[in-house]
């Protein structure tokens, strides 16, 4: 049988002490919008900074690769 | 090697930055009486509108410094500040209607303030596109750069609409005059958020022109290699 935690929205009866706090915090029916605005500013970030790191580690092999060819291109100049 | 380091302190003052603000937001602002937690939106969604609109000053202040000096460094300054506003700016416009939606009822409202927001995601998209589909990177910049100063006529405005007009978007509660004003608490978490969210602006913005240096290397370094291919075949005919 489950275990009952009174884990549901605004039930602060037999809850323990740390979801006691997020109950009374998160008991707007509006929560769902913070969630949500919230979490797509930080998706969009963290595609972004996907995006950067890709397009960064991309560019340093390309560089290197280019420098690694230059001396051999001189050397057979 | 100093360059790295200060990147690296940058981002890290950035990412404690960021966990204050949200500690700030989510736990030390008290409550809103009529709205809820929803009104938290304001956290990211003020911030996120004050980083495009200096995304957008830079790009101004960039455009201007290209076309009067040819600068280098200014038309990065503006490239950058492009591409990183845009990604503000679709932030700003992606928790407005998620406020809206619990509050106003609906998603969206074509009053001056959002209309004028709108205009500027456009602006940022016509900037972003235009570098990115000029072959000739020197057009690409001057073009932009006129995008660049015409485009910089919405920020003000859009700025000082709801200080102008009777708008459905909230009145100012920064520098709106002596009825406007947050409790201290609220302002706090306000200020703080949105000095994270312009740490992270200039991180980015720092990060990106780094690519543009890096990137104008590596074209230099295959020009170079292409200058030698081609010397090499008539050195050995002598």
Request: glycine share 6%; hydrophobic share 50%.
């Amino acid at each position: 049988m489950r275990r009952r935690t009174g884990l549901r929205r605004g039930n602060f009866e037999n809850t323990p002490p740390g979801w006691r706090r997020y109950n009374r915090i998160m008991t707007d029916p509006n929560d769902k919008y913070l969630f949500l605005a919230y979490t797509l500013v930080w998706i969009v970030f963290m595609v972004y900074a996907w995006i950067l790191s890709r397009r960064q580690s991309r560019l340093r092999m390309e560089i290197n690769d280019l420098k690694a060819r230059k001396p051999a291109a001189d050397g057979k100049g | 090697m100093k360059q790295n380091n200060s990147m690296t302190a940058h981002a890290v003052l950035t990412a404690v930055w960021i966990v204050v603000a949200l500690y700030l937001g989510f736990i030390y602002a008290p409550n809103e009486a009529s709205q809820g937690n929803a009104y938290r939106i304001m956290y990211v969604h003020v911030p996120s509108a004050w980083a495009a609109l200096v995304a957008y000053t830079v790009i101004f202040i960039g455009s201007v410094g290209y076309i009067w000096k040819r600068s280098q460094f200014a038309d990065d300054l503006a490239c950058a500040a492009g591409e990183v506003g845009f990604v503000f700016c679709c932030c700003l416009l992606i928790t407005g209607p998620l406020w809206a939606k619990p509050i106003w009822g609906v998603w969206w409202v074509w009053d001056p303030r959002t209309t004028l927001t709108f205009i500027l995601w456009l602006l940022f998209v016509a900037y972003v596109l235009l570098r990115s589909f000029f072959v000739n990177p020197s057009r690409a910049a001057l073009l932009a750069a006129v995008v660049g100063i015409i485009g910089f006529v919405d920020v003000p405005i859009d700025y000082m609409a709801i200080r102008w007009w009777r708008t459905q978007h909230p009145q100012p509660v920064i520098m709106g005059g002596p009825d406007s004003g947050l409790p201290p608490k609220m302002l706090l978490a306000l200020l703080v958020g949105a000095g994270a969210f312009l740490c992270l602006f200039f991180y980015l913005l720092r990060l990106r022109m780094s690519m543009l240096e890096a990137r104008r290397e590596a074209s230099r370094l295959k020009r170079e290699l292409e200058d030698e291919a081609q010397d090499r075949p008539a050195a050995r005919q002598f």
